[in-house]
Each structure stands twice: as C-alpha cells, then as structure tokens.
C-alpha cells in the first residue's frame, strides 16, 4: 500500500521562505515512475493545484500563482518529493498535500494527510 506523508508546514512572515517534504512508501521501488504533485486548500475553497513533476523529473509545472517563487523537486533514491517555497504571501496559507499516480492514470491514486503553512502579514 503506498503511503505518503508530509513534513516541513508552519509559521512563517510574509516574505519569507518553507520547504516541505513527502517522504512515500510502499510503492515497491517505484517512486521513480510516479508523477508526483503538490495541491493546497484552505477552509471554503476547493482544493488548488500548486505542481507537478514527471515520473522521470525531467519536466515540471506550476500554477500561476506561485510560478517562480516555488520550486519542485524529488530524491528518487530517498523516495521524497520536495516543494521549495520562497517569497511567501498570506494567500498561501493552506493545507498543502502531495499526491501520486502513475503517469498513465487521469486521476491521483494515493494522498497524504497535508502539513499546514500559515503566513502572516
């Protein structure tokens, strides 16, 4: 059974910076066929796409509102998927989740339970 577990959420000021970790087991050596994603939600909203990285972590993508300030990554050999955050504002306080599917599934097949970041002003 996969499993994914976030780590790294937490207070921080406007302006400043968080990296958050999604270490994955059970998938029986195949962390590096996933494509691996980070969302975000916050009470009321509907769940936000952040980013993406391909199984082979050549290819990436992000969504508007955080291109360029936040950067995804992974460490196949430690099975963890990394989400850099810099420059960051109150509207990105959320619960932030990763998510795992093969790349030839539609939709995310495994979650984890999400690590809060709150910024302040």
């Known amino acids: 059974q996969v499993q994914l577990v976030e780590s790294g959420g937490g207070s921080v000021q406007a302006g400043g910076s968080l990296t958050l970790a999604c270490v994955v087991s059970g998938s029986g050596g195949m962390f590096g066929t996933l494509v691996m994603t980070w969302f975000r939600q916050t009470p009321g909203k509907e769940r936000e796409y952040v980013a993406r990285?391909?199984?082979?972590?050549?290819?990436?993508s992000y969504a508007a509102s955080v291109a360029n300030r936040f950067y995804i990554s992974k460490d196949d050999a430690n099975t963890t998927l990394f989400l850099e955050m810099d420059k960051l504002k109150p509207e990105d306080t959320a619960l932030y989740y990763c998510?795992?599917?093969?790349?030839?599934?539609?939709?995310?097949?495994?979650w984890g339970r999400g690590t809060q970041v709150t910024v302040s002003s």
């Open positions: 990285i391909s199984d082979n972590g050549r290819t990436t």
């Open positions: 998510a795992a599917r093969w790349p030839q599934s539609r939709d995310d097949e495994w």
